[in-house]
């Protein structure tokens, strides 16, 4: 099943961001930090595939795509549209991925609480799927 090797994955990017949060915080390590971040961000990319390809849609389009079509499906799914899911992504895509991986504009304490919402997001997923 497509879906699960999404959520599958998802749930190795979580876990693997949150071990090397921790290893680069005791080492004082920011590349390890903005790597940890993009495992974030990782995870809930392969969360999204996951809910698209339930849906009968092609997940292995861009970020920007993805996001469209996020959004338009929270006009169709009740469920998608409560958990807010198309807005949760564009947070991680800004947070995880633009701010903290590329632009090294972070703070451990914005990484880890970006990290647990990427662990939230995928199990919401993994329950409308």
Not at 7 to 20: C, I, M, T
Not at 42 to 62: C, E, H
Not at 83 to 103: G, I, K, N, P, T
Request: a positive charge.
């Amino acid at each position: 099943m497509r879906n699960g090797h999404y959520l599958k994955h998802a749930r190795l990017f979580v876990s693997a961001a949150s071990r090397e949060l921790e290893a680069a915080r005791k080492s004082r390590d920011d590349t390890g930090i903005r790597q940890s971040a993009e495992k974030g961000w990782g995870a809930v990319v392969q969360a999204a595939n996951a809910l698209l390809a339930s849906r009968g849609l092609k997940p292995g389009v861009g970020t920007g795509r993805k996001q469209d079509l996020l959004q338009s499906l929270e006009e169709r799914d009740r469920r998608a549209r409560a958990l807010a899911l198309s807005s949760r992504y564009a947070d991680a895509l800004l947070q995880l991925h633009a701010r903290c991986f590329y632009d090294g504009d972070f703070s451990l304490d914005g990484v880890e609480r970006g990290i647990r919402r990427a662990g939230k997001f995928v199990e919401d997923v993994a329950r409308i799927v």
